[in-house]
C-alpha cells in the first residue's frame, strides 16, 4: 500500500501536483525508536555468551532433532485435518433443529474448551487403563458383539492425534460456525431456487465461500496446534520435536542453546505455513478480489462486505484508517 | 399480449394457482387470504407499494417461505405438502428435500440483488445447477451454459467472474442462470430495482424476449412501463391482499383509490 | 470455610512418610568456611538455592503447598549453617537450573546425577550415591524379571538416568533380536508411579529413593530386588567457581563427619545412599 | 430457533395448514447414537474407580487449589488485558505507512506466533541472568543514565504475565486486524466528511464496530489462556492452579484425581467467561441485532452483511441451511 | 432558482470552484480536466453516465481523494494544500491530518449508502460531530440534533438505531446529521439511489426544503424532474470531462449529442 506508485505517473497531467509530504514527526520518531530497540535485541541475541550457538548449530541438525520435526509435523497435520472435519460437524450440529444433537455439540465445545489439553492427554494416554476394552454390544448390559483390546489401539501415537484433534475440534467449531453465519443468505435462496439440496448447497456453495473467513483465524490455530503437539508428553508420546531437543538438553545441562535450537525449527515451520495460508486465501478468493473490468456499472456488494460508494474498495480504507494513525 | 398459445384454452391446467393464501411471520400476518392464477405463457405483474407481500407471494411459491394457510398449486400440482394415510385419515404431510426440490424445479427465480455465486464464474454459476442437480454432462452443460448467456447477450463474458462484471451484466447471467434450468415459469423479484438508471434497460430487454417467446413470467416490479408494455394481467397488492386485479388497461384507468394513490407515486 | 488444609490429618492416611524437615537449628557456623564464600553471598547473607520441588523425597513441597521439604533442603539448610548464611529456596524449572546457577542462585541442589557429559557445564560436589529400583505391582502378577525386560514396558521420568538406561536396554534387546521392550516416559514420576499401579506399564525405574517413595505413598506396588546401578548425585556449581566448590565440599565433609549428614538422611529414610567422602567433579561415578 | 412459536399462531387464519412434519430419521437416529455415547461416558466416569472421587471432593477447595485460582484468573486478566492493547497497537502498525513500524510488526507476529510460548517463558525466566541490569542511556556505549537491577524488577509474578501477554498480543494483532478491516470502508469517510481526525474516527467509529466481530475469537482466545497459564512453571511461578493440584499430588502420587479438581475449576471459570462473552456480544450489537419497527422500506445493510433481500435474516437462513443438513 | 441572496453578486468569491481538475487512479485517468464554478446560495446538479467521474469530483471536494493535478478553492481558499517556503521556494506543501478537518468543516457531505453508524442511534448519530469534533456541550448538541432532526422530519425517530429505519428515514438522519456541523456547502452522492422509488419523494423533499432555505449544494443524482426544479445550474460529465454546461433549461434543450443520448436513457 504505501509503496504503491503515484496515480497516474504514466499519464500526461500538464498541471500535476508535486507537494511535500505533511511533515510527521510522530511515526518518524516512534520508528526510530523500535529500530533502535530491535537491534539492541538482535546485538543481545548474538553477543551474549549463554546463548552458545556453536552449540546450537551442532544439534540444529541432529538425527533426533530432525526426527522429532518429522513427528511434529505429521501430529500437526493429522490432528487438524481430523479437528477441522469435526469442526465442521459440530458448527452444523450446533444449529440442528434436534434438540438432542444441539445439546450434545453445545457440551463438546464447553467441555473441551473449558480443560486444559493437558489434562485431557493424560487421560487419552490412560485411557487403556481406565477402558481395557473397547466393544460393540448392547450398552449397560454383557451382550457384546465385538471387542478388541484398547491399548493395542489407543497406542502412544494414535492416542497423542486423537486428545489434541477432540481438543482442537472445539475450539474450531466456533470458527467455522462465525464463518458459516458469515455467507450472505441470499446464497442459499438462490442455491435452492435452482434445485439443490441442503448438503449439496453446503458443500458447493457455502463452504466454498466460508472458507474465505474460515482461513485466516484456521491458520492462528494451525500455528498454535505445531506448538501444542509438545504437550503430547502428557500421553506420554515422546518422539516430537521439543521432546527431542529437552532430552538432548537434559543430557548435557545446555538447555538454552537447545531451546533455540527448537525455536529455529518451530519459526521454520511456522513461516512454510504462513506461505501456505496466503496462497490457500488467495484460492479461496477467487472472485472477491478481482477489479472490475472495463466499464464498471454499480457492483454487487460481495458476500459479507457492504456495498458502499462503487469506489470504495478495502485496500484504499485501510491505508485512510491507518495512514498517520500511528503518529 | 403476444403468442398466448394456452392462455386463451380456457381448460388448460393454470400455472400458477393461490387459493386463499395466509402467511404469518410470528405474529405478524403478512399475507391476508391472496387468490391469484397465472395461465400458462402469461406474464402476470405485481405491484403494490413496499410491505405489501409482494415478495412473500413469489417466495411461497418458490416454497422459500413455508404456508401458513391456504394452498399454492403449480401446474395443478399442490406444492409443499401431499396427502397420506394417517390412522385411515387422510392427511397433510411436508413434502420431503427431494420432492421439494424436484417441484422447485419448475420454477426459475430471479432475485433484487442478484445473488450470484461470487466464487464462480458466469459460465460456472451457469452450469453449476445443470451439472449438479441434473447430473448433466460437464461438456453438454458447458453447451447449454454458453447458449443461456448468448441468449442474454453475455457470450463475451463467459469467464469473469461476478465481480467483474456490471450490474446489469450481473442480473443477466442469474437471468441465464434461471433459465438454464430449463423452467415452466419464471418468478422475478424487483430484477431491476438495484440497478443504475441506465442498466435497466438491459435486463428489461432481456425480459421482454422471454415473454415474447411465450415463457410463464410472475414478475415484481416497479417498473410501470414495462408493465404496460408486457403484462397479460396486473395484480395489485396492499396490506397483503389483492385490491385490484386486471388487464394492462387498469394502469390507466385504475378504479381502487389505494391504486391510483400509488400509481401517482410511482409515475 | 470451605477451605481445607491436609496439615490437620496427615498421617491419617493419605501421607504415609514423613513430610516435615529435620530441624537444622542446631548446627554451628565454621568461620573458616564462611571466609571462603565472602567474595560470593556474603552480599546477602543469603545461600540460594535452585530446586525443582516435584521429586519427593528429595524435594518437594509440604502440605500447605508453598514450604519445600526433603532431604536435599534439609541438606541445603544445613550448609547454610555451617558457612553460616540463612539457605533460601528457589523453586525452578529443572531446564533453568543450570543456567542461573551462580547467578540467579549460588546452588542447585535438586537430586542431579552426576555425569561426564553434564561435568562439562558445572562443577558437581558429590554428596549422596542414589542407586535405582525397579518396583513393580504387588506380588508381581507379570513375574517382571528386571534382569530381562524384552517385551515389557518401563516407565520412567523425562530426563533422568534411568530414562537413559532404559533405552539402553531397549535397544539392547533390538539387536539380540527379542521381543521389544519399550519405554514410557512420563513428565512426573507420579505419572509413571501410576502408570504402573493402573497396569499401563509394567515396571517403573527410578532413583532408590524416590522409588521407596513412590511404593510408600501408591497403593499396590512394591520394589523388585535391590537397588541397581549405583550413581552419584551432585550439588551443581557454577563452572569453574572453586572458592565456592571448596566451601561447599569442605561443608558438606564436615557434615558428613560431625553426623549430621547421616542424621538427615535417617530422618528421611534414605540412608542408604549415604556417602563417607564429599568430592569436587568425581572421577569415579559409582 | 428450533422451539420458535408456529407463525401466527395467535391469529386467526381460517384455513390453517396442519400438516405432519417431513419423517426424517437421519437426525433422530444420530441422536439416540449420540445420546448412548454420552450415557455411557457418565457412567463410566462416575464408575470408574480410578477417578477416585473422594479425593476430588477433598482437595477441590483446598486452600492452595483456591489460592491457584486466584493467581490463575489474576495472571489471564492481567495478560489478556495488556496483550489486547498490545495487539490494537500491532495491527494498526502492521498497516502504517512507514515501513519500519510495518516490518517490526511483522516481524514481531512472526516471531512471537513462530515460537512456542514455554520457551518464550523459560527466556523471560532467565531474563535477569541473561540481562543482569536494565538501564537507560545510549545504546552501543557504556553511558548510563539510570539502570536497574533486573532480578528486582522481573519478579516471576511480572515474568510471567510479561510472557503470556507479548506472546498471546501477536495472535489477537491477527485477530484485530480481520476485525478492523471488516468494518465497511463507508463508516470512515463518513467520519472524515464530519471533521473527524483519524484517531477520533478509530476510537469512535472503528473500534466499537470492529469489536462485534473481535469477541468471539477473542473469547476462544481468552479460554485458551486460562489454561495457558499453566505453562509459567516455565518461568518459575508456581502458585497458578495447575501447579497447586500438580504439587499435591507428586506428594501424594495422586494424579488423576488431582487433575479433575483442576478440570473442574477451569470448567466452572470457562462457564463464566461464557457468560461474560455473551453479554459483550450483546453489549457492542447493539444497533446490530435489532428488528426494524414499523414499516420497513428497503433497509441499509448492517456493516459487514450484504443487503439481500429484505426479509433475509441470519437466523431464517441457517434454519434454512442447516434444517436437515444433520440428516 | 429560488432565494439566491450571493449569486447575483458576481463580485462574491465562489463557494467552490475546480481549476483544471485531473484525478488519476494508478494509471487510469478518470478526471481529465474539469472546470466548475458553483456560486454561494445556488444549487448545482451534476447529470452523467456512470463512471463518468461524478462521484471522485466531490470526493476531491471534500478531500476523500488526492488530486492529481489542477486545484479545488472552497471559499476561494485552496484545498489540500499550502504554500510554503523551502530553500527560498515557494512550493506545495499537503496539509496535515488538523487542517484537513478544519476545510472539511466547512463541507456536509450525503452518501448514496447513508453510511450511519449502525451502533448509534439516530440522535446519537446525529450529536456525534458537534459533540467529537466541535467540543459542544453534551446537551446543547442533543438540543441541535433534536431540532436537526425535527427539521427533517424525524423528530419521533430520535431513538432508534439506523437499522430501525427505513432507507428514507436513514437518509434523512444522514442529512440531519451533515447539517448538524452547520456547513457553508453540501454535497450528494445519488442520494436517493438506494431508495425505492415511493421513498425516494421524502429525501428528495427535504433536499428541496434546504434549497429554499439558500444552502449551496452540489447534488449527483439521476432524478430529472428534481433538477428542473431546484437546480441553478446543470453540468453534464462524461468520459472525465465536462460535455455541458448551463442553465436548468439546458435539460429539455441539450446541445450536445451525448448529452441527448443520456436524456433519452435516463427519462
Ligand atoms: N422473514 C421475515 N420475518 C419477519 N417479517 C418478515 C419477513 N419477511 C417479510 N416480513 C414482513 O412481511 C411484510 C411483507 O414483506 P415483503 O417483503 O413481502 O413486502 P414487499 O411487498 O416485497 O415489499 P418491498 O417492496 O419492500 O420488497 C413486511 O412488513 C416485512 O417486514
Ligand atoms: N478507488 C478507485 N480505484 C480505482 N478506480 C476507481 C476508484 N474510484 C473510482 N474509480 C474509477 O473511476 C471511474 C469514475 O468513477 P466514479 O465513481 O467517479 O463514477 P461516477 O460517475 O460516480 O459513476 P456512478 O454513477 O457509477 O457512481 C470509474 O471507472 C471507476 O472504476
Ligand atoms: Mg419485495
Ligand atoms: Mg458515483
Redesign the pocket.
Known amino acids: 500500500m504505501a509503496n504503491k506508485q503515484v496515480d497516474g505517473e504514466n499519464l500526461d497531467i500538464p498541471n500535476r501536483i508535486k507537494a511535500l509530504p505533511v511533515r510527521r514527526t510522530g511515526p518518524v520518531v516512534a520508528a526510530i525508536v523500535v529500530a533502535l530497540f530491535a537491534a539492541m535485541l538482535v546485538q543481545g541475541l548474538i553477543t551474549n555468551p549463554r546463548f552458545e550457538w556453536h552449540i546450537v548449530w551442532k544439534y540444529l541438525f541432529n538425527e533426533n532433532v530432525l526426527e522429532g520435526i518429522k513427528y511434529t509435523l505429521l501430529l500437526t497435520v493429522i490432528s487438524m485435518a481430523i479437528a477441522i472435519v469435526l469442526a465442521v460437524l459440530l458448527a452444523i450440529m450446533r444449529k440442528s433443529i434436534n434438540p438432542v444433537l444441539r445439546g450434545v455439540s453445545w457440551f463438546y465445545i464447553w467441555f473441551f474448551r473449558g480443560t486444559p489439553v493437558y489434562t485431557q492427554l493424560v487421560f487419552w494416554g490412560l485411557f487403556a487403563v481406565l477402558v481395557p476394552r473397547i466393544g460393540i454390544g448392547i450398552p449397560f448390559t454383557s451382550v457384546e458383539f465385538w471387542s478388541i483390546d484398547s491399548q493395542s489401539v489407543i497406542t502412544a501415537f494414535n492416542a497423542a492425534w486423537l486428545g489434541l484433534a477432540l481438543n482442537e475440534a472445539a475450539y474450531l467449531a466456533e470458527i467455522v460456525r462465525a464463518g458459516l453465519e458469515a455467507v450472505d443468505p441470499g446464497q442459499t435462496e438462490a442455491a435452492k431456487a435452482l434445485g439443490m439440496k441442503r448438503t449439496l448447497i453446503m458443500r458447493r456453495i457455502i463452504l466454498p465461500q466460508a472458507m474465505r473467513i474460515i482461513i485466516p483465524p484456521t491458520g492462528n490455530e494451525f500455528i498454535g496446534m505445531l506448538k501444542t503437539t509438545s504437550l503430547v508428553n502428557a500421553v506420554p508420546f515422546t518422539l516430537e520435536l521439543q521432546f527431542a531437543t529437552t532430552a538432548i538438553s537434559t543430557r548435557l545441562y545446555k538447555p538454552i542453546p537447545l531451546l533455540i535450537v527448537a525455536c529455529i525449527w518451530y519459526l521454520v515451520i511456522t513461516s512454510i505455513l504462513m506461505v501456505i495460508q496466503s496462497r490457500l486465501e488467495k484460492h479461496f478468493g477467487k472472485g472477491f478480489d478481482a477489479r472490475?473490468i472495463g466499464?464498471?456499472?454499480?457492483r454487487t456488494p460481495l458476500p459479507g462486505k457492504t456495498a458502499g460508494?462503487?469506489?470504495?474498495?478495502v485496500n484504499?480504507h485501510n491505508e485512510a484508517v491507518f495512514t498517520g494513525m500511528t503518529a | 399480449m403476444m403468442s398466448n398459445t394456452t392462455k386463451d384454452n380456457p381448460k388448460a391446467v393454470p400455472a400458477v394457482k393461490a387459493i386463499q393464501v395466509h402467511k404469518a411471520f410470528g405474529d405478524l400476518h403478512v399475507l391476508k387470504g391472496v387468490d391469484m392464477t397465472v395461465e400458462p405463457g402469461s406474464v402476470t405483474v405485481i405491484l403494490g407499494p413496499s410491505g405489501s407481500g409482494k415478495s412473500t407471494l413469489l417466495r411461497l411459491i418458490n416454497q422459500l417461505e413455508t404456508l401458513t394457510g391456504g394452498e399454492i398449486d403449480v401446474d395443478g400440482e399442490m406444492i409443499g405438502y401431499k396427502y397420506v394415510e394417517k390412522n385411515g385419515q387422510r392427511v397433510l404431510q411436508t413434502l420431503n428435500d427431494k420432492e421439494v426440490a424436484a417441484q422447485r424445479a419448475k420454477l426459475g427465480m430471479v432475485f433484487q440483488r442478484f445473488n450470484l455465486f461470487p466464487h464462480m464464474t458466469a459460465l460456472e454459476n451457469v452450469m453449476e445447477a445443470p451439472v449438479h442437480v441434473q447430473h448433466m454432462g460437464k461438456q453438454e452443460a458447458k453447451e447449454l451454459a454458453i447458449h443461456e448467456l448468448e441468449r442474454v447477450g453475455l457470450g463475451e463474458r463467459l469467464d469473469y467472474y461476478p465481480s467483474q462484471l456490471s450490474g446489469g451484466q450481473q442480473q443477466r447471467v442469474a437471468i441465464a442462470r434461471a433459465l438454464a434450468m430449463k423452467p415452466e415459469i419464471m418468478l422475478f423479484d424487483e430484477p431491476t430495482s438495484a440497478l443504475?438508471p441506465e442498466l435497466v434497460g438491459e435486463v428489461l430487454n432481456v425480459m421482454l424476449g422471454l415473454a415474447r417467446d411465450g415463457m410463464t413470467m410472475i414478475v415484481v416490479t416497479h417498473e410501470i412501463g414495462f408493465a404496460r408494455e408486457v403484462a397479460d394481467q396486473i395484480v395489485f397488492m396492499d396490506g397483503g391482499v389483492v385490491v385490484e386485479q386486471g388487464g394492462p388497461e387498469i394502469i390507466d384507468n385504475p378504479t381502487e383509490p389505494r391504486f391510483k394513490d400509488f400509481l401517482q407515486h410511482v409515475l | 470455610a470451605c477451605g481445607t488444609t491436609d496439615t490437620a490429618d496427615s498421617g491419617s492416611g493419605d501421607s504415609k512418610t514423613a513430610t516435615t524437615g529435620y530441624d537444622v537449628s542446631s548446627i554451628a557456623k565454621d568461620d573458616e568456611l564462611a571466609k571462603l564464600v565472602e567474595g560470593n553471598t556474603v552480599k546477602s547473607g543469603e545461600l540460594s538455592v535452585g530446586m525443582e520441588l516435584s521429586y519427593a523425597p528429595a524435594e518437594f513441597l509440604a502440605e500447605d503447598g508453598k514450604t519445600p521439604t526433603g532431604y536435599d533442603v534439609d541438606l541445603s539448610k544445613a550448609i547454610g549453617k555451617v558457612l553460616g548464611l540463612k539457605t533460601k529456596i528457589v523453586s525452578s524449572m529443572f531446564d533453568t537450573i543450570v543456567p542461573s546457577v551462580g547467578t540467579k542462585y549460588d546452588l542447585g541442589i535438586t537430586a542431579m546425577t552426576i555425569t561426564k557429559e553434564r561435568m562439562d557445564s558445572v562443577d558437581f560436589v558429590s554428596y549422596y550415591r542414589a542407586g535405582s529400583t525397579w518396583t513393580v505391582q504387588k506380588g508381581n502378577p507379570k513375574k517382571i524379571d528386571s534382569s530381562d525386560l524384552c517385551g515389557n514396558k518401563i516407565a520412567v521420568q523425562t530426563g533422568t538416568v534411568q530414562e537413559d538406561e532404559a533405552n539402553k536396554i531397549a535397544k539392547q534387546c533390538k539387536a539380540d533380536g527379542k521381543k521389544n521392550a519399550e519405554v514410557v516416559s512420563y513428565k512426573r514420576q507420579a505419572e509413571a508411579a501410576t502408570a504402573v499401579a493402573t497396569g499401563k506399564a509394567d515396571t517403573f525405574y527410578a532413583d532408590s529413593p524416590v522409588a521407596g517413595y513412590a511404593i510408600a505413598q501408591t497403593d499396590g506396588l512394591e520394589a523388585l530386588g535391590k537397588d541397581v546401578g549405583v550413581v552419584k548425585e551432585g550439588i551443581a556449581i557454577q563452572k569453574g567457581n572453586t572458592k565456592m566448590d571448596a566451601a561447599v565440599q569442605k561443608a558438606v565433609q564436615k557434615l558428613m563427619d560431625d553426623g549430621t549428614y547421616m542424621k538427615i538422611l535417617k530422618h528421611w529414610g534414605v540412608e542408604s545412599g549415604a556417602l563417607d567422602k564429599a568430592e569436587v567433579n568425581p572421577t569415579d561415578l559409582d
Chains 1, 4 share one sequence.
Open positions: 472490475p466499464a464498471r456499472g454499480k460508494e462503487p469506489k470504495d474498495d484504499k | 443504475d
